[in-house]
T-cell receptor
Framework: AQSVTQPDIHITVSEGASLELRCNYSYGATPYLFWYVQSPGQGLQLLLKYFSGDTLVQGIKGFEAEFKRSQSSFNLRKPSVHWSDAAEYFCAVVGGGAQKLVFGQGTRLTINP | DTEVTQTPKHLVMGMTNKKSLKCEQHMGHRAMYWYKQKAKKPPELMFVYSYEKLSINESVPSRFSPECPNSSLLNLHLHALQPEDSALYLC?????????????FGPGTRLTVL
């Protein structure tokens, strides 16, 4: 069965600094990978997704992620964070025809002014 | 219209009450989902409807009863809930039932069971 690990529970960065959120997945075949963001008390918004092709994926709000099969990773990056980026970030995988999105435990991002 | 709406936003109910959560989308999506999210945890899948038929039930207790009256509407009927059922209930929809179909989430219903 597929699984996702987000090693960092909480990350704090300064506004304007670069950001990298880590995600490792476990799945036998090529996975479908997603990054979602959730503001407090809100639903989830899709930032970007990877299905196949170019391993560097561009998303909304200036985010990008790189799929590295050799490392089973799909890390999320942003060159310069804004205070509005403070939120919970979830990496997720789906595969095997099960339609089940399996989420990592999430990384809470705090932005220092 | 590119959003999933959920009503109510907040719901407080006693353990003997019967209530329903409602989810609606007008994107022509044919798969709809219910997730449960406890505080500081990721969402957990409860049910999936594909083409108005229940396709996945993640061993959810029978006090939760889903219903899909048509392709745009998804309900979750609640009866005899327990305090541990208090959570954010998220609805999502996707164009089809393939793994590559991204899911669009609603804002959720915050449920408190007293």
């Amino acid at each position: 069965a597929q699984s996702v690990t987000q090693p960092d529970i909480h990350i704090t960065v300064s506004e304007g600094a670069s950001l990298e959120l880590r995600c490792n997945y476990s799945y036998g075949a090529t996975p479908y990978l997603f990054w979602y963001v959730q503001s407090p008390g809100q639903g989830l918004q899709l930032l970007l997704k990877y299905f196949s092709g170019d391993t560097l994926v561009q998303g909304i709000k200036g985010f990008e992620a790189e799929f590295k099969r050799s490392q089973s990773s799909f890390n999320l990056r942003k060159p310069s964070v804004h205070w509005s980026d403070a939120a919970e970030y979830f990496c997720a995988v789906v595969g095997g025809g099960a339609q089940k999105l399996v989420f990592g435990q999430g990384t809470r991002l705090t932005i220092n002014p | 219209d590119t959003e999933v709406t959920q009503t109510p936003k907040h719901l407080v109910m006693g353990m003997t009450n019967k209530k329903s959560l409602k989810c609606e989308q007008h994107m022509g999506h044919r798969a709809m989902y219910w997730y449960k999210q406890k505080a500081k945890k990721p969402p957990e899948l409860m049910f999936v409807y594909s083409y108005e038929k229940l396709s996945i039930n993640e061993s959810v207790p029978s006090r939760f009863s889903p219903e899909c009256p048509n392709s745009s509407l998804l309900n979750l009927h609640l009866h005899a809930l327990q305090p541990e059922d208090s959570a954010l209930y998220l609805c999502a929809s996707s164009q089809g039932d393939r793994d590559y179909n991204e899911q669009f989430f609603g804002p959720g219903t915050r449920l408190t069971v007293l």
